[in-house]
């Protein structure tokens, strides 16, 4: 089992800037492939970000490309979402995921586990 524990979210201006953290912990030798969702009110959970643990591909949502970053810092088994320039339609629950499977992926179902959530709200 892989246990991730997202933080970092809370109250920003349009135009600021957030870092949330991913911390894992558990058999995390066992996920190769982490990703960013979100989930605005009334929409459905969307893809965000993707990377690979041990090597260098990443994938973005065209939404966020640009935007947006998604890095990961091996010693402390955490992966980071920078966001940048942010706007009032980045609000969302921002949910980190990881799977066991190699390569990035876009799919919410090949993603095996998956954080409570850290809240994200940009005021205009």
Not at 54 to 65: E, F, P, Q
Request: net charge positive; proline share 2%; hydrophobic share 35%.
């Amino acid at each position: 089992q892989v246990q991730l524990v997202e933080s970092g979210g809370g109250l920003v201006q349009a135009g600021g800037s957030l870092r949330p953290s991913c911390a894992a912990s558990g058999r995390t030798f066992s996920s190769n492939r982490m990703g960013w969702f979100r989930q605005a009110p009334g929409k459905e959970r969307e893809f965000v970000a993707a990377a690979t643990w041990s090597g260098g591909s990443t994938a973005y949502a065209d939404s966020v490309k640009g935007q947006f970053t998604i890095s990961r810092d091996y010693a402390k088994n955490t992966v980071y979402l920078q966001m940048n320039n942010l706007k009032p339609d980045d609000t969302a629950v921002y949910y980190c995921a990881a799977a066991r499977g190699f390569g990035v992926s876009r799919l919410e179902h090949e993603y095996d586990y998956w954080g409570q959530g850290t809240q994200v709200t940009v005021s205009s």
